[in-house]
């Protein structure tokens, strides 16, 4: 497949939170970046644009970036969103479900070859235990609406090949740069474009002692949990004060 002009959406996951690089919008590369560059290699008229703000819940991601995204003709979109309303207190699935259904048959309506993601499978132990139900549930949501609209799913949940620990950052929330490159090959070969990325080889995190284990924890809530909570109950967001890394076709070079 040849792709001229790519559009990403979504959150943090999208925008490439964990993947640092201080000379790209934002300061963050990630997998869209990753895959974008693959398939300019491909064409001489090729654009990229990438609409995603970390923080974003499903609902913000169709009211901000949906219109825009159609309305730039893209030929490839990748939507990833949902995983920030499953984190909350109280969510209604079906209601996101429903919102998410109408945003893809709007993306697929418009000819476009549109790609989707479940969320990962976080485990029954940690933070995200107790929310691992909700998140099988939006993942069912999610391969029933690209069943439905014949979208491509990229299936996170079902990846077993690398540990989930070491491909994510230290904040515990966003994939590192492994990670990104691990979803960057996952894409491009559900849509069918030969890629020269190497296959990520992970070997498994040290286990650490108690006493260490209880320092590290201790660091992560004060560091990453404890302003994540403040956010929350202040309502305010990660990304009040981002823009999209890029709002307008760019040309990689």
Known sequence: MT????????????????????????GLRGWADRVAEVLAQQTDDFGYANLAIRGRKLGPIVE???DAAIA??????????????VLRPRVDIDAIAATYD?????????GARVVMFTVYDPGSGGIYGPVRGRMAIFNEWVREIADRHGATLVDMWRMRDVEIAAAMDADRMHLNAFGHTHIARAVLEAI????????VELEPLPALARREQWRANAQWTR???VPWVHRRVTGRSSGDTVSPKHPGFHTLR
Do not use: M
């Open 64 to 66: 901000e970036q949906l």
């Open 192 to 199: 069918g474009v030969e890629h020269a990325i190497a296959p």
């Open 72 to 85: 730039l003709e893209p030929d490839l979109i990748t939507i990833h969103g949902g995983g920030n309303d």
């Open 223 to 225: 560091e990453f949990l």
């Open 102 to 110: 109408a945003a893809i048959a709007r993306l697929v309506g418009t």
């Open 3 to 26: 792709f001229h002009r790519y559009v990403a959406l979504g959150d943090s996951f999208t925008e490439g939170v964990g993947d640092p690089d201080p000379t790209r919008p934002n």
